[in-house]
């Protein structure tokens, strides 16, 4: 296998598998790090052709999303497909590799007073990571999801296919939007080795605004008040154990001075106190990059204090919870996850939470051996999509190599 | 008409079967009732539907789609019609299954800033009956007064504002769809997606995976201050280069739409008139929106930009009369120009927002080589460019340049990486360019994806994809007749 692959991606693009490389506690055979499409194509046309089951790794900042498997042959790592292919800055689009880090891009278009519309808790993933996991954190309120951002992505399909989907530009709706598609497959598809982003520009100020009140309730009824509000936070994070509501504003000073305002009332109607804490998102990016588990609950906005209630269940007394107070979705870092009985509790909670939500999402995004031993971290896809999303996953990886026994089929 | 092979009637049994479920007003087979279902738009082709079928619902539509598969009648979903690629043309000898009677809103969730509709809803009357909430629907084609919802879903509109907000795709939030072979299925949920983002494939799908029978949008809240600007220069390229400074000055106006000479002097010389000054080169419409606070300082430095490169005036709205007006110009553009010619094919593409001057400049030189009137409208912002050929139809010579000027200003747009379309779609008439913008693995793909959802070929056949690339499609001659 080794030496297959070596002739393959070249000498030193493959090693064994090391104990450092486990996914769930199992390693993988070997890994590969090819350092382009065309390799990347070749290694996926013979793992293929031979049935080695491939995991993709970018950052390995995700790496303990989805199911355990008892057997990885390959793992094809991203880390030597890096780098910025394309920037023009006035066009407000870059083009990248897909193995460069999220934190590399940032740097990059910071210096022309531009950011990266993707806020991953960890500026380590690579992008191709953060766009197969459409993974958002706080700023989605006002940039949504990563799905908006792709312009276009190069994809190598699991038997060696480069295919190149969307385009350069801003708005384009010449044939499927394939991007859609790929964005939060998971892997599944293919190897995203290029992609075609949007950037924008940097606000010109900024102001984070923490309120803390008294019990959790006063703090959803003050972060319904402020999404009424003429000046919206563009981020709003209801945190807790310790109950606190922090609310990001940008744009031009003066908009920001008014969102202040509108913050202060907000505190003084609800008796919340409230103070400035610039560096709260990045704190609470931190704390989420650390947690061992990370269960999302999700339902409409509207059901935000439902949704709470569940999470709470979720978390146990000693948990902690973090919800985008907008969208209607929390994050529940419960304790405890990596014993049995431990395991065995939040596998209770998250079935019962699943059975009792009726529209809602119940999703486990990152989670210990012992809770994925005993939970689906999906609860399954719908019934009716799933045949669609079977022939799909075939026409893209038709030996079924790709993340193999990991995801939802 | 002369020369036009109708195709066949639908059998006795089938009509009957389908009379009985939608009544007689629900399945039109008379020539003259269908005679406005010939063409869409895109007035240059037409051709006759085997029948219009119109259902009401949900499960009537997956009944129709049933009965039509046992007997592989391919079939065409149509809204208002109001399609610029011929997406709606009923090829193949297929069906047309009209939305008209699916027009209701279902559900208005305000709390939620959403809404359940039937396809057919008209894209304005959904801002309308929102806007008591604070809330509207953002994607706004130049056509929302008569295009639908269904229609704007199936071709991933756009519109003006969706530089700022998003085209159509960016907000949808889960469908009901009958699959061709009458099959329903749910996409999208209340909580987060859980296996692909089906939605998101299956907007812009053109109708080609079947029929879209309730969608749930997102609305916006109504933005509680608008500014509006018009911002006047003396040469093409200074307002090009200005569009290209605003966006990179890391302004995000909602709009920014430029109207060229050509386009200005249509709309003077019309009951449209707005004020716009006949010898200006080019004029911007800027709009920013939002809240009140900071939004006279984006404004003013937006007009600071359009002075530093050369605008000989910046006129800013007072208020909503004065804002109308600035727009007007705008958006009568089209109706305006239609009166200048005998036919109006109003081109779609996109470049980056750098390349904008050079290839604006290369599309009035590309028309002058080949004797055209070249009029421009269109979201400068996006790099989204709408040259608008004027032409008469009975004049072969003339046709025949238009055609030649219009694959080499795509190819002009694709070579500086661009595209061929940014919002009406590849439908009938962009088919052509897909070989020169995707590879043979991409297309292939596409098909493969087409196959999934699709697999005996029925929904909106022949479009989108060359049909080379799908050989399967190629079923009974098309008859495209081009209207005499």
């Known amino acids: 296998m080794i030496e297959r692959l070596r002739g393959l991606a070249g000498g030193d693009a ?127 309120r006002s940039w949504a999801t990563p799905r908006r951002q792709v312009l276009g992505i190069e ?255 | 008409m002369a020369g036009v092979t109708l195709p066949p009637p639908l059998d006795a049994g089938l009509a009957a079967e389908l009379r009985a479920l939608l009544g007689d007003e629900g399945v039109l087979t008379s020539p003259s009732e269908m005679l406005v279902y010939e063409s869409d738009g895109l007035v240059a082709y037409r051709v006759p539907p085997r029948a219009v079928i119109l259902p009401r619902d949900t499960a009537e539509t997956a009944f129709v789609l049933r009965a039509l598969a046992e007997q592989r009648i391919p079939f065409v979903a149509r809204g208002a019609g109001t399609g610029l690629s011929g997406g709606a043309l009923a090829l193949e000898e297929a069906v047309v299954v009209s939305t008209a009677r699916m027009g209701q809103v279902l559900e208005l969730d305000a709390a939620n800033r959403r809404a359940r509709v039937q396809p057919g809803v008209i894209n304005a009357e959904l801002s309308r009956l929102a806007a008591p909430h604070g809330l509207y629907f953002a994607p706004d084609p130049s056509s929302q007064s008569a295009c639908t919802l269904g229609g704007n879903v199936a071709e991933n509109a756009g519109g003006p504002h969706c530089l700022k907000y998003g085209v159509t795709t960016d907000h949808v939030l889960a469908l009901t769809v009958v699959m061709p072979d009458g099959s329903v299925l749910e996409m999208g949920g209340d909580g987060e997606t859980i296996g692909y983002d089906l939605v998101g494939l299956w907007v812009g799908s053109e109708g080609t995976f079947g029929i879209a029978t309730e969608l749930t949008l997102a609305l916006a809240s109504l933005p509680e201050a608008r500014a509006t600007m018009l911002a006047i220069f003396d040469r093409l390229d200074d ?69 530093a490169r050369g605008a000989r005036e910046v006129r800013l709205a007072n208020d909503d009369t004065e804002r109308d007006a600035l727009w007007r110009g705008r958006k009568k553009a089209f109706g305006a120009l239609g009166r200048l010619a005998p036919e109006l094919l109003v081109q779609d593409a996109v470049v980056p927002r750098t390349a904008l001057p050079r290839v604006l400049a290369r599309v009035m030189e590309i028309g002058a080589e080949h004797g055209l009137r070249i009029a421009n409208v269109f979201h400068a912002g996006d790099g989204n460019l709408h040259p608008c050929i004027l032409f008469d139809r009975r004049d072969p010579d003339q046709l025949e340049r238009v055609e030649r000027a219009s694959r080499e200003m795509m190819r002009v747009c694709v070579e500086a990486g661009g595209t061929v379309t940014g919002e009406h779609g590849i439908g009938l008439d962009k088919r052509e360019y897909m070989n020169g913008l995707f590879d043979e693995p991409t297309l292939q793909a596409m098909c493969s994806v087409k196959r999934v959802f699709d697999p005996a070929g029925l929904a909106n056949p022949a479009k989108v994809l060359p049909v080379r690339v799908c050989r399967e499609w190629v079923g009974p001659a098309t008859r495209v007749k081009v209207a005499p």
């Open chain 1, 14 to 140: 493959v090693r064994s598998g090391r104990d450092d490389d486990a996914v769930h506690e199992v390693a993988p055979g070997v890994v590969v790090m090819p350092d382009g499409s065309d390799a990347c194509a070749a290694v996926l046309a013979a793992c293929s052709e031979e049935e080695w089951t491939v995991e993709i790794g970018g950052g390995r900042t995700a790496r303990s999303a989805g199911r355990p498997v008892s057997r990885i042959d390959v793992l094809l790592s991203t880390a030597r497909i890096r780098g910025v292919t394309e920037y023009e800055p006035d066009d407000l689009t870059i083009g990248v590799a897909g193995g460069t880090q999220i934190g590399d891009v940032r740097a990059r278009v910071a210096a022309a007073r531009q950011r990266l519309p993707l806020d991953p808790t960890s500026a380590r993933a690579s992008v191709g990571g953060v766009l197969a996991r459409g993974a958002a954190g706080p700023m989605r």
């Open chain 1, 155 to 409: 994809l190598v399909t699991g038997d060696g296919r480069v295919l190149s989907v969307g385009g350069r530009v801003v708005k384009n709706v010449a044939g499927y939007d394939l991007n859609k598609l790929i964005v939060g497959s998971a892997g599944t598809l293919g190897v995203i080795t290029r992609v075609h982003l949007r950037l924008l520009p940097l606000p010109r100020s900024s102001a984070t605004l923490v309120l803390e009140g008294s019990t959790r309730n006063v703090l959803t009824a003050a972060a319904r008040e402020l999404l009424e509000a003429p000046v919206e936070p563009v981020a709003l994070e209801l945190i807790g154990s310790r109950w606190r509501l922090i609310a990001l504003y940008e744009g031009a000073a003066e908009t920001v001075a008014a969102g202040i305002d509108a913050a202060n009332g907000v505190a003084t109607r609800a008796g919340a106190s409230i103070g400035r804490e610039d560096d709260a998102l990045e704190r609470l990016a931190a704390a989420e990059a650390g947690a061992p588990l990370v269960i999302r609950v999700a339902d409409l906005p509207s059901r935000l204090e439902g949704t709470l209630a569940i999470a709470q269940g979720i978390a146990g007394t000693s948990g902690t919870i973090a919800a985008h107070a907008g969208d209607g979705i929390a994050r529940v870092m419960p304790r405890g996850g990596s014993t049995a009985p431990g395991a065995a509790a939040i596998a209770a909670a998250i079935e019962e939470a699943r059975a009792g939500m009726k529209g809602g999402t119940v999703i486990i995004e990152r989670g210990t051996t012992e809770l994925l031993r005993l939970v689906d971290p999906w609860g399954g896809v719908p019934e009716s999509t799933l045949r669609l999303t079977r022939e799909l996953k075939r026409q893209f990886d038709p030996a079924g190599i790709l993340q193999h026994g990991r995801w939802v089929t």
């Open chain 2, 239 to 307: 307002a090009s280069h200005a569009v290209s400074d605003v966006i990179g000055a890391g302004l995000l106006p909602a709009a920014l739409e430029m109207i060229d000479q050509a386009t200005i002097r249509a709309v003077e010389a019309s009951i449209f008139a707005a004020g716009y000054p006949v010898d200006a080169a080019a004029a911007l419409v800027i709009e920013f929106d939002g809240a009140r606070a900071g939004l006279d300082e984006e404004a003013a430095r937006a007009a600071d930009i359009c002075t």
